[in-house]
């Protein structure tokens, strides 16, 4: 089974409404609100969207359009504005939106380096992007243990910003934290891993890139 296939079939995901989910992404979108990445925000395109981990829980005022390839994924968004389209071609025109964001999806692709240029074309102020961390632990059993994963061991420090900068990226923040998986981390687990500080600098399960257009 090939990647497309693997999401259009529904994976093996949880919901968005999980309450692993719901922690995982509100951790995160409370960070993101932390360090300004969503200052001032009216509108995002998020990218690869799937069933909603990052869609469903930004901060009401910000209006959130969700694409993705997986037209089954895509249906059980619970985001209102939702559309099918390619990461490779987005179709909307140059700063249609202030940011763009991507959570967990470059790893997927075959050409990751052409979904961040053309994430970047469309975003008038940044693109937000969540990798995994090639260094921790978990991701290296996930890449050595399912086929849709393998491709996260490439995702080191060093490998994600080659990539970003390769689609014309300038990175003006980069780091690594989350320490729970919201796939497969146990409810119980996951409520005492989120008390913890977001950032984990070696460890970390994501990487954090924030970037703009260079030049």
């Known amino acids: 089974m090939d990647q497309h ?4 079939s529904g994976g093996e995901y949880r919901q968005s409404d999980h309450p692993v989910v719901e922690l995982f992404a509100r951790q995160r979108v409370r960070y993101l609100e932390r360090i300004g990445a969503l200052a001032g925000v009216r509108s995002v395109l998020d990218v690869g969207a799937g069933s909603g981990f990052s869609s469903a829980y930004y901060p009401t005022g910000i209006h959130v359009v969700a694409c993705d ?10 985001v209102r ?5 390619s990461a490779y071609q987005l179709p909307f025109h140059d700063g249609a939106f202030d940011v763009t964001t991507c959570w ?8 990751p380096t ?5 994430m970047l074309r469309v975003a008038r102020r940044q693109v937000v992007l969540f990798e995994p961390n090639r260094i921790n632990p978990g991701h290296i059993v996930l890449g050595l243990t399912r086929d849709n994963e393998r491709q996260c061991l490439r995702y ?3 490998y994600v910003r ?20 919201p796939n497969i981390t146990p409810e119980r687990i ?8 977001y950032r984990a600098p070696v460890i970390g399960i994501s990487q954090l890139v924030i970037a703009e257009r260079g030049g």
């Not at 080659?162 to 998986?181: D, P, S």
């Not at 996951?190 to 500080?197: K, V």
């Open 69 to 78: 390839y997986a037209a089954g994924m895509l249906h059980d968004n619970p």
């Open 190 to 197: 996951a409520r005492w891993l989120t008390r913890l500080p």
């Open 104 to 111: 967990e999806l470059l790893h997927h692709l075959d050409d």
């Open 114 to 118: 052409a979904a961040v240029a053309e």
């Open 156 to 158: 080191t420090p060093g």
């Open 162 to 181: 080659r990539l970003v900068q390769a689609a014309g990226g300038r990175i003006v923040r980069h780091e690594r934290g989350g320490l729970l998986f």
């Open 81 to 85: 504005d939702r559309l099918r389209c």
């Open 5 to 8: 296939e693997f999401w259009e």
